[in-house]
């Protein structure tokens, strides 16, 4: 069955104080691996998407990584503004659907 | 401004009643979806589309239903039978196959908030 589990659920950290999410997958054959950034009461933000194993992306503060098996979200030097539930998604291939992650709730304190 | 839209943003319902979410997109996407958010756990699917005039249920489409007679718009109505409705909705698109490179890239409206009273 496909799956999808991101940990930890929530997490912490000071202003500038580096770290990193993690989204671990099980899918028969990935299409695609997706962040989202999503804040109290509104949708998802797109972030990222990654395709194949060794593929990386950034974006300001954030990195996404991937292998075959996980992908890491690393926030370097969060500001307060970061603070928000990071969502993973799967795509498997000879699918349209996508499995979301329950997500990681960062907060960063000034 | 290309994006997607969803209305209301609240919608509150009496026992019994049939409502209907707007989901409408201006960025010439083929691909619609639909998903419940609740506490907790994770995005869960309830309807897609990939064309229109056609759509598939998807994880959890007991309840509801949805049509995709315009490319643009793909509303979702929440029947009396769905017995626990309260939740977040959100509503999806993606360019699909003619999307080149990011043809799977999702993105989401704001979201609409129903409450049962």
Known sequence: ?110 | DGGITQSPKYLFRKEGQNVTLSCEQNLNHDAMYWYRQDPGQGLRLIYYSQIVNDFQKGDIAEGYSVSREKKESFPLTVTSAQKNPTAFYLCASCPGLAGGSSYNEQFFGPGTRLTVL
């Open chain 1, 1 to 110: 069955e496909d799956q999808v589990t991101q940990s930890p659920e929530a997490l912490r950290l000071q202003e500038g104080e580096s770290s990193s999410l993690n989204c671990s997958y099980t899918v028969s054959g990935l299409r695609g691996l997706f962040w989202y950034r999503q804040d109290p009461g509104k949708g998802p933000e797109f972030l990222f998407t990654l395709y194949s194993a060794g593929e990386e992306k950034e974006k300001e503060r954030l990195k996404a990584t991937l292998t075959k098996k996980e992908s890491f979200l690393h926030i370097t030097a969060p500001k307060p503004e970061d603070s928000a539930t990071y969502l993973c998604a799967v795509q498997a291939s000879g699918t349209y659907k996508y499995i979301f992650g329950t997500g990681t709730r960062l907060k960063v304190l000034a």
